[in-house]
């Protein structure tokens, strides 16, 4: 294979003529081939090539329709084989990578247009691959253990040898058992509190081994913003315990959908707790032989655990349209946290005197202290509960306690930002009125290039936008009557896209009862893998597919998608997260809630006019665009140029 697409001339600026061959690409290549030229692609080409030449972030705002992905593929390539590391190429989440990734994506039309080998790995987050352990523990403690029986022989045969292996392969995508709803495959995919690094199989795990299969890709590493945040917040931890970082050295990083890192990285930059899981840790001490004087204070601290646990439950409170739960900090609980900490202190003084005494099995050692160290940095920030931002979640084992810093931006700028790398912010909606401000400073970002262009679709002869008058303040049910009549316009082909999993649940329940759209399939996110719903969804153009999260991203061109309903208006839940940026805010509605939904809602707006052929209907079902008249003069700010917004369709 050769190594450029292109004939290259050492003697001349690498990057430049890269440019000349992205443009050669999109003027001659890529028409021959049937493609359109689009004057978008180009001028976005131009913008890049900036970025890459002089290494620095960019915003690339680019409308649907104008091919921002192809560009941005093309330079990332070239720079990988330029630079002999790969490119990172970051998605919102694990739907879009297996768009970008599908047999009709992006990179296959490259693949095939351009005759062109990419070398392009998945590198899906830990939590969408099948856990051993976990499905031993489903095999023989769960209701439903015959059917994670058969899953279970069904596994790679090399899971079941212990010999050694003469070839594996990679499996336990959650990909590849579409049939499991998300309540199921949480019992048996990997989760945060999994100790794999005592896993006597973790040598044979799926994870593992794609990990191990992706670090070797030459050209593009595709992962998720968690899974590349997450990246940056363990890279120097997994050093210190001598593990390579997640994902290997790399040149440049493009943010898909970019205007979603900041909730990633606050996603990723931070810790999480459970005394389950302590008391699992801290035990296996007493295994060995230990001083009295430890044994006493392993007592204490899981008694401590235990009654901070405690606290917490009684001190917590459930927020609608969130499963995180508001905890009420008081003098008692800070009391509970501060003698746990106290306690931690003693257990790490006392292991100093273990280790020199060599009566410890040092690995387990190590992790006890790393563990330790953990809790220590998360609880250090309850001393100074203004710069803590915490939140408890409900499992089957007990609380998680969530904590995290209050502002993520020095661990982006430091970590992210000062590496001398092109980033690339890519999305059709990364402005507010015009300017990249309010997403630049919710990550810190200082210096930057930016541009903007729209798309190039006929959008007041493709797009009806309705928003009807609600007369009885939108209820439900009158909602419902609304999106039924909708239903039956279109005949199915829609998309209805929800604020909160309680809307979609409440919905399921109320459509099923009615018999006018009996003869529609209905597909829920949830309810099976969402890149199988989303296949199913576009292959049955009767179909309805009902979604909280994909308003960005989707990519459904065609008659199949010929109407999208917004049910409510996109605005950020009342959790603790937007909570604190509430409170940090002099005008916290038009600073944060009213920025945050109408990019929201312009992505899902965006869902429906996917090529020049597609035509159909919005419909937004929201009682504020009659209740407040700043709020509809925002979105109608927001509207595609030339659609008018209207109340009869």
Known sequence: MERYPFVHDPSKPFIQQVGDWVADVFYELLPTAGFEVRDEQIYMAFQLERAFLEKKAIFAEAGVGTGKTLVYLLYAICYARYTRKPAIIACADESLIEQLVKPEGDIAKLAQHLSLAIDARLGKSPDQYLCLVKLDEARFKDEQGAQWEDLYENLPDFVHNPQPMQKFYAYGDRKNYPHLNDEQWHK?????????????????????????????????????????MEHVWTFEGRKREGQLPLLPDHCAVVFDEGHLLESAAMKALGYKMKHVVFEEIITRLLEGQIREALAVLIDEATDQSEIMFQLLEQRSESIPGSDRKQIHLNDELLKAVH????????????????????????YQLRIVEEHIEMLQKALRLFENSEA???????????????????NVKEVLQERVFSVNMPIVFSSATLSVDGSFQYVADSLGLEHYLSFSVNSPYDYPNQMQAFAPKLAHGGTFSEKMEMAIQLLERTKGKALILFRTQEE?????????????????????EGDQEISYLISAFQSNEASVLCAVSLWEGLDVPGPALSNVIIWSLPFPPNDPVFMAKRNASTAPFEEVDLPHMLLRLRQGMGRLIRSRGDHGI?????????????????VLSVMPEGVVLQETL
């Not at 803590?388 to 209050?406: A, F, Q, R, Y």
């Open 504 to 524: 979609v649940q409440q919905f399921k329940q109320q459509i099923m009862l009615d018999k006018r759209c009996a003869d529609m399939p209905f597909y829920y």
């Open 388 to 406: 803590l931002i915490c939140w408890v979640t409900d499992s089957e084992d007990g609380l998680t306690l969530s904590i995290m810093p209050k």
């Open 618 to 634: 919005i419909a937004i079902l929201c009682e504020e665009l009659q209740q407040k008249a700043s709020v509809r003069e925002r």
């Open 188 to 228: 048996i995919n990997w989760d945060t509190f999994q100790d794999c690094f005592t896993c006597d199989i973790r040598h044979r795990c799926g994870q593992t081994l794609s990990r191990e299969y992706y670090r070797h890709s030459s050209d593009l590493i595709i992962c998720s913003h968690d899974y590349y």
């Open 339 to 362: 003698r746990f900490r106290s306690i931690l202190t003693a257990i790490e003084e006392e292991l100093v005197f273990e280790s020199e005494l060599y009566t410890l099995d040092d």
